[in-house]
């Protein structure tokens, strides 16, 4: 279906779009799917309708990932970014096509694809050095070692942007994952297909399982179990209006969830790269020793 | 060293006899308005309440009830003020007049002191030794920053927010003034400040400071009142920033009020904090630790260390010197300097720990209380602990905020981890043992935003201070703390 | 007496896992002690309960029977111009004056205590230090304050020191041993807390700070760690031993300080000049001193307090 259609002389085999859970590509546990279509009409592709379970289901991958992934030096996660981005490249036609196949133009396609790939980089190289800019030792009065560093929040439910397909996805994925957090994260309903495909290029970049889970399905179904569930530490999320922002929190503060919203952001620009978007998801714990003999 | 067998006596002979701070040069008045726009105002309805001394019951001022229309006066004020001389002032003016804060505050501390005793039962010596002196050098450390904004958010351009809508508790009420309005003020923000009902003494003598330092009226403004006047600051559509330091129960409900708003926000909310003692640790500097750590302030800290972990082979030690530790405490007089425990807040707060105090030995709990005299009047508790009991205890899971402590034992680090972070807070934590890779491989395990290693309940204005999980949002106190009050643009 | 026969009879108890001590949590814990406020009745309670444990001192290589006399004489006499007051707890000289000390306070209940053990450095042979012992014990000493070998002690070689004290101990018959640690010494409260632990049980008495002739001499820093220390040891074994602070107290205020931190450590049972002891010699009068203020409610002069 999201086959290249110009290749005439034989049968395209036509992808199956998958959700990502856990390193895996299962389809939803619920059988359900919606059609995405092109502007004529034409079914591009079946789209996963991730039930709440599946969410339940990435959660549970999200946290079990989670201390491992933390835990792994920045060194590491620099070089997995990087990784990505290596993989991402090499896919670039893949990607290109999929934008224009979802209604973007060459030019737009390829602008997309390559910030995407340089935003990787990006944070990649942030890895082992947010934490330099942004920890601090205090000098408290009394005889103690007092020092404040960044600690992940944890699992981060991330609900990307509806008009992009790659670089709000992967603008919003990185700064989280970067700092040890890992996440969830539920594509554009709009754009869906390139958060699978970039599924698929994290599957082979060693991405730990369960760092990213990438989820498809409707917004108005998912986006209150994104912002309710106990286990999750942080909700991002990119548009929607006063309605969407009172459910988010709303339902957030059951368990004080952190609620990064980022709305009317242009993520093809690169001034909105920064290391203030791996601080937002970031807990800043702070340590007292005292100096003595 | 083996279990104690021999009991020490620490009851009769020599003892120490009263010794009251002097509250001659307190003045108090005998009724408080509202402190809008620079002056001291009746509130529209004119309705006041009594703030009382709970050591004794007895009625210490008449303070007004800021409604809803008092609060959209303040709020006016403030947004004045912001769009009019605070707003255009330079930043380096704006730095000195919150130093001039911190400046006369020092002058006036024992005054200070004192009436923060009497209207919220903490002793002196804490009153005097830590919250003032404190609260004081909170104002000196953000007037500093007020035109040096630009180092504090590298590559990025800080801008104020606006008016500033604080609601303060009453376990720390000077202290949680002076962390709520400094940084907003070093920031360029004006504020909005409501005080607990049943501590709004200190903030209006800080009113005055604030009048004495001539700072614009409007800049800073202090309503007073209870809940309703607290959920009229914070859902005020004028207000452009919200700090709550209270309970994770009020704090959801904020959270949840703000939804759907652009307001800016920071919760420092409950506790149940872990102290973790392991066999390696310096054992009586541990024990005091773990009395600092619940009986500080009568265990009113959304900090405290109210859950004790005891590595099994030193527990009975650990559990027998806190015993004979508790034995030493003074329970009394807030303004006796020797008293090492004042009075619970109010007779709500004491019901609330007394309630606790059932509860836990309805599930099985060992209460042991040491055996001080108690006033007859006020609202006291002694110092209590709870042993043999378990994490599914209500004793253990809920923030009590009096001076219970619960405790448990274990067997290895990794349950040492496992129980201190199995909890839905994540306010603070202390690890307490004399191996330098233990200490660093806890504090980093512990899900808290504050770990004292070695040591307990320690402040300074440089050292941020917040929650993980429903313990809060945000950091309060150091250079983290001024990003609650700007927002970032690009340079 | 051999060593071997002192080895059955005491063992050296195991300092492979003593605890560690804190110093800054150390240093918070006495300034609680020092924020306690003593007034009126209790004021004058303490500063009679210091006199009563004072070891009036003088070890100096002046010395002369005279200036011994003298002291003996303000021991019985603290201040006549004053009913009521308590004597002090002992006079503490050199072996060669424990004669004179003892002619003079005889009859009036008070102790001569005598250093001993090539007091201050200890740096002698067993031998000597045994025969020093009974020469002051002959001459009528109550009690004796000896020197640790704090070479060994530091070097880590804990049985020659314990051995020592054993001997020493023995030597002194029926006279209280105190052990003085030298803590000024010893650097790190640590290796205080080791000495301590090593000191009872090797059968000390009390256990004192310092001789007075190292800086810093007593602080109440090295003081409460050694009344933990002799806490943990009552614990563990049910004896009492005896605490004595020695030197640079010259204030009633620091003293009323130590007072404050000997009762909410170790419990009223020490509160006794048996138990407890101030090595001074300059504090006597400012006691005295402020307990005319005390009384009269004027501001004192030392020129009207003896000085010996």
């Known amino acids: 279906m999201a086959a290249k259609t110009k290749q005439k002389q034989r049968l395209a085999v036509a992808k199956t779009y998958k959700i990502y859970i856990d390193g895996k590509f299962p389809r939803t546990e619920s059988g359900r799917y919606f059609a995405l279509e092109d502007k004529k009409g034409k079914v591009i592709a079946n789209i996963c309708r991730s039930s709440r379970k599946d969410f339940r289901n990435a959660v549970v991958a999200a946290r079990k990932a989670q201390p491992g992934w933390a835990k792994s030096s920045a060194y590491l996660r620099g070089q997995i970014l990087y990784r990505i981005a290596e993989m991402l490249e090499g896919r670039s036609e893949q990607f290109v096509d999929e934008l224009v196949l979802q209604g973007r133009t060459k030019l737009q396609a390829l602008k997309e694809v390559t910030t995407a790939i340089d935003r990787l980089i990006y944070y990649a190289g942030w890895a082992d050095k947010f934490q330099q800019v942004f920890s601090s030792v205090n000098p408290v009065a009394s005889s103690h070692f007092n020092f404040s560093v960044l600690e992940p929040m944890g699992v981060i439910a991330v609900i990307a942007p509806d008009d992009s397909s790659l670089i709000g996805l992967v603008s919003n994925i990185a700064p989280a994952i970067v700092g040890g957090n890992t996440c969830v994260a539920l594509t554009s309903e709009k754009y869906p297909l390139c958060a699978i495909s970039f599924a698929e290029v994290l599957h082979a970049s060693d991405v730990p399982a369960g760092v990213v889970n990438i989820l498809t399905g409707l917004r108005e179904e998912l986006t209150g179990q994104f912002a309710s569930h106990m286990d999750v530490n942080a909700i991002t999320w990119c548009d929607g209006g006063t309605r969407t922002a009172k459910s988010v929190q709303e339902a957030a503060a059951d368990n004080i969830k952190r609620v990064i919203s980022r709305r009317d952001v242009d993520w093809l620009s690169d001034d909105n790269a920064h290391p203030y978007l791996i601080r937002d998801t970031q807990e800043i714990k702070t340590t007292w020793h005292p100096i003595g003999s | 060293m083996a279990i104690p067998e021999n009991k020490l006596a620490f009851d009769g002979g020599w003892d120490y006899d009263p010794a009251p701070e002097s509250t001659d040069h307190v003045r108090i008045d005998k009724r408080y308005g509202l402190f809008i726009n620079g002056e001291f105002t009746a509130p529209e309805k004119g309705r006041y309440f009594d703030t009382i001394n709970p050591a004794n019951e007895e009625k210490l001022a008449r303070v007004a009830k800021a409604d809803d229309a008092d609060v959209d006066k303040a709020v006016k004020a403030a947004r004045k003020a912001y769009a009019g001389p605070w707003g255009r002032m330079k930043a380096r003016e704006r730095g000195k007049y919150i130093y001039r804060i911190a400046r006369i505050m020092q002058e006036r501390a024992r005054e200070f002191a004192a009436i923060e005793s009497l209207d919220g039962g903490k002793p002196i010596r804490e009153s005097r030794d830590v919250d003032v002196p404190l609260a004081a050098a909170h104002f000196f450390y953000y007037a500093g920053w007020a035109d040096k904004l630009e180092y504090a958010f590298p590559g990025r351009h800080a801008k104020s927010l606006g008016v500033a809508g604080q609601v303060i508790p009453w376990n720390f009420p000077l202290l949680m003034a002076a962390w709520k309005l400094a940084p907003a003020l070093a920031a360029g923000n004006t504020c909005v400040l409501k005080p607990a009902e049943t501590t709004p003494l200190t903030a209006l003598k800080l009113a005055e400071v604030i009048a004495d330092a001539d700072l614009p009226p409007g800049v800073v403004n202090i309503v007073t009142g209870a809940g309703d006047t607290g959920a009229a600051v914070v859902t005020h559509p004028g207000v452009d920033k919200v700090a709550f330091t209270g309970s994770t129960g009020v704090g959801r409900i904020i959270q949840k009020a703000l939804a759907g708003t652009n307001k800016k926000y920071t919760l420092e909310l409950g506790g149940k904090a872990a102290n973790i003692i392991f066999a390696d640790a310096a054992i009586d500097q541990a024990v005091e630790g773990i009395v600092n750590g619940i009986f500080f302030n009568q265990g009113h800290v959304c900090c405290a260390g109210s859950r004790l972990f005891v590595q099994e082979s030193v527990a009975d030690q650990v559990i027998a010197k806190l015993k004979d530790r508790m034995e030493t405490l003074i329970v009394g007089d807030p303004l006796d300097k020797n008293t090492d425990i004042g009075a619970i807040n109010s007779s709500m707060q004491l019901e609330k720990i007394e309630s606790y105090l059932a509860i836990g030995q309805q599930e099985g709990g060992e209460m042991h209380q040491s055996s001080c005299p108690l006033p007859d009047k006020g609202y006291w508790c002694r110092p209590t602990i709870f042993t043999g009991v378990s994490q599914s205890n209500r004793v253990v899971q809920e923030e009590i905020f009096g001076p219970v402590l619960a405790i448990q034992t274990f067997r290895t680090f990794d349950e040492a981890v496992t129980k201190a972070n199995n909890t839905p807070y994540g306010l603070s934590g202390g690890v307490w043992t004399d191996k330098g890779a233990k200490i660093f491989n806890m504090t980093q395990k512990v899900r808290a935003g504050v770990v004292w290693a070695n040591t307990f309940n320690k402040f300074d204005p440089t050292s941020p201070f917040g929650g993980y999980k429903e313990s809060g949002v945000g950091r309060e106190g150091g250079l983290h703390g001024l990003d609650a009050y700007v927002k970032l643009g690009v340079k | ?308």
């Open chain 3, 1 to 308: 007496m051999s060593l071997s026969a002192v080895k059955t009879a005491s063992k050296l108890p195991d300092l492979s896992r003593v605890p560690a001590v804190d110093e800054v949590g150390v240093d918070e814990r006495v300034a609680r002690f020092q924020s306690r406020s003593i007034k009126t009745a209790s004021k004058v309670d303490a500063l009679k309960m210091i006199l009563s444990m004072i070891d009036l001192t003088t070890l100096e290589g002046q010395d002369t029977p005279g200036k011994v006399r003298q002291l003996c004489q303000k021991a019985i006499h603290l201040h006549d111009a004053m009913p009521g007051l308590p004597h002090v707890a002992a006079v503490c000289v050199y072996p060669n004056m424990v004669g004179i000390a003892k002619q003079v306070l005889a009859g009036h209940g008070i102790n001569v205590a005598s250093v001993a053990t090539a007091f201050p450095s200890g740096m002698s042979s067993l031998d000597i230090k045994l025969d020093d012992t009974k020469m002051a014990v002959d001459a009528g000493a109550d009690e004796i304050d000896m020197v640790i070998s704090r070479g060994a002690f530091l070097a880590g070689d804990y049985g020659l020191v314990f051995d020592e004290i054993v001997a020493i101990k023995e030597a002194c018959g029926d006279a209280h041993l105190k052990v003085i640690l030298e803590t000024g010494e010893l650097a790190t409260l640590d290796k205080v807390w080791r000495a301590s632990w090593l000191a009872m049980h090797a059968g000390a008495d009390f256990i004192k700070t310092s001789t007075g002739k190292i800086q810093p001499a007593a602080t109440m820093q090295v003081t409460l760690v050694m009344l933990q220390a002799i806490r943990d040891y009552y614990y563990e074994t049910g004896r009492m031993v005896g605490m004595k602070p020695a030197g640079g107290i010259s204030t009633a205020k620091l003293a009323v300080h130590y007072l404050v931190m000997l009762k909410e450590t170790l419990g009223n049972a020490w509160m006794t000049p048996d138990w407890f002891r101030f090595g001074a010699s300059s504090l006597a009068n400012d006691v005295l001193m402020q307990i005319m203020k005390q009384a009269t409610g004027v501001y004192q002069s030392p020129d009207y307090f003896s000085k010996d």
